[in-house]
T-cell receptor, first 115, second 111 residues
Framework: NAGVMQNPRHLVRRRGQEARLRCSPMKGHSHVYWYRQLPEEGLKFMVYLQKENIIDESGMPKERFSAEFPKEGPSILRIQQVVRGDSAAYFC?????????????FGEGSWLTVV | EDQVTQSPEALRLQEGESSSLNCSYTVSGLRGLFWYRQDPGKGPEFLFTLYSAGEEKEKERLKATLTKKESFLHITAPKPEDSATYLCAVPTTGTASKLTFGTGTRLQVTL
């Protein structure tokens, strides 16, 4: 966990404001995933990015949500005009190779509360 | 549609009382099964990846096994510090790394 860095850890926003969540993957990793965990629900895939490229955004809500992973700097998950239903834990993960297979490492999460 | 079902939802054990958690899955062409541990307020911590039926992996008091339809996480002589939610996940059909998660088993180990 320690290698995937997320910030802020906790964020409070009023309805209608914007939330920006940042993620730096583990050193040497160039693939980033974002997952959302709603209260009492499991982790749900949102988006998969490589540097400067969105690979799979099939889990992203159609409106208000966007993600990027620029050539330099962290990956950003942006939520515009937040609503109470956006309150959740947002986890970033990065993909690495361990032995003969893939391993996905998660960060500590960003807890968004919309008031 | 890919499905991952974990049971039981919650489990309470006394220290030293061994047990097993179950993860059953429905996915075409399994490309691995992942086990994670999640503590309250924290991110999932990687435990194991299993790739083929019959494979087993161990770490301290935990042992994960895999069959063609399910995986078990065996906890031997648990301690209170093993209390956590244990999650299993499989790569979504057609992908190698986009994960479908179960809802987890919440384990509490008491003295």
């Amino acid at each position: 966990n320690a290698g995937v860095m997320q910030n802020p850890r906790h964020l409070v926003r009023r309805r209608g404001q914007e939330a920006r969540l940042r993620c730096s993957p583990m050193k040497g990793h160039s693939h980033v995933y974002w997952y959302r965990q709603l209260p009492e629900e499991g982790l749900k895939f949102m988006v998969y990015l490589q540097k400067e490229n969105i690979i799979d955004e099939s889990g992203m809500p159609k409106e208000r949500f966007s993600a990027e992973f620029p050539k330099e700097g962290p990956s950003i998950l942006r939520i515009q005009q937040v609503v109470r239903g956006d309150s959740a834990a947002y986890f970033c993960a990065s993909l690495g190779i361990v032995g003969s297979g893939n391993t996905i490492y998660f960060g500590e999460g960003s807890w968004l509360t919309v008031v | 549609e890919d499905q991952v079902t974990q049971s039981p939802e919650a489990l309470r054990l006394q220290e030293g009382e061994s047990s097993s958690l179950n993860c059953s899955y429905t996915v075409s062409g399994l490309r691995g099964l992942f086990w994670y541990r999640q503590d309250p307020g924290k991110g999932p911590e990687f435990l194991f990846t299993l790739y083929s039926a019959g494979e087993e992996k161990e770490k301290e008091r935990l042992k994960a096994t895999l069959t063609k339809k399910e995986s078990f996480l065996h906890i031997t002589a648990p301690k209170p510090e093993d209390s956590a939610t244990y999650l299993c996940a499989v790569p979504t059909t057609g992908t190698a790394s986009k994960l479908t998660f179960g809802t987890g088993t919440r384990l509490q180990v008491t003295l």
